[in-house]
Antibody
Framework: QVQLRESGPGLVKPSETLSLICTVS????????WSWIRQPPGRGLEWIGY???????NYNPSLKSRVTISVDTSKNQFSLSLSSVTAADTAIYYC????????????WGQGALVTVSS | EIVMTQTPLSLSVTPGQPASISCKSS???????????LYWYLQRPGQSPQLLIY???SRFSGVPDRFSGSGSGTDFTLKISRVEAEDVGVYYC?????????FGQGTKVEIK
């Protein structure tokens, strides 16, 4: 079955770069869009951005200056990089399959809690 | 950026009774291709969100038929015909007609 799994450091220092990888299994990463979404503790969902398997990206304007999403089709993975983090970036980060035909966000990872603290 | 406004923000429902959640967008969600990309998700406590409804009114695979979605343009509704204990959680609407993708604030549903 389709599974997504986020991996990366759970603690990042302020001003440093948050990096996460999403490993996809059970389905090829192409030809779909893949997103990162985050959820601060006790709060709602915020879309960070997506990447198409070809490498085309689109980012939320609120984070665009600090976000990079990349894809490695050979490993069936895509990744998130968020620079210059502050405490406000503390959140559960989810990866999810974005648009694939009619569905959007039909598969999600279990989420990775990333805390920004010195 | 589209603003998605859900009401109410919380709902307490007796099992077996209906529930309804409204989602209003600040602009029409009708795409130039004729489709309306409005989705509903349920996030159960401690879990990742899961897709319930896609393109306004289509139930995702495995979603019970007590869930239904309706609406057009800027006004949308999720209805649960008879709430069950497993329906507890936070419900989010989300629009994918425009970019960036935008979620509603969420509606917390609890059982009385």
């Amino acid at each position: 079955q389709v599974q997504l799994r986020e991996s990366g450091p759970g603690l990042v220092k302020p001003s440093e770069t948050l990096s996460l990888i999403c490993t996809v299994s059970g389905v090829s990463i192409s030809p779909s869009y893949w997103s990162w979404i985050r959820q601060p503790p006790g709060r709602g969902l915020e879309w960070i951005g997506y990447i198409y398997y070809t490498g085309t990206t689109n980012y939320n304007p609120s984070l665009k200056s600090r976000v990079t999403i990349s894809v490695d089709t050979s490993k069936n993975q895509f990744s998130l990089s968020l620079s210059s983090v502050t405490a406000a970036d503390t959140a559960i980060y989810y990866c999810a399959r974005d648009y694939s035909g009619a569905y959007v966000f039909d598969y999600w990872g279990q989420g990775a809690l990333v805390t920004v603290s010195s | 950026e589209i603003v998605m406004t859900q009401t109410p923000l919380s709902l307490s429902v007796t099992p077996g009774q209906p529930a309804s959640i409204s989602c209003k967008s600040s602009r029409s969600l009708l795409h130039s291709d004729g489709k309306t990309y409005l989705y509903w998700y349920l996030q159960r406590p401690g879990q990742s969100p899961q897709l319930l409804i896609y393109e306004v009114s289509s139930r995702f695979s495995g979603v019970p038929d007590r869930f239904s979605g309706s609406g057009s343009g800027t006004d949308f509704t999720l209805k649960i015909s008879r709430v069950e204990a497993e329906d507890v959680g936070v419900y989010y609407c989300m629009e994918a007609t425009h970019l960036p993708r935008t979620f509603g604030q969420g509606t917390k549903v609890e059982i009385k």
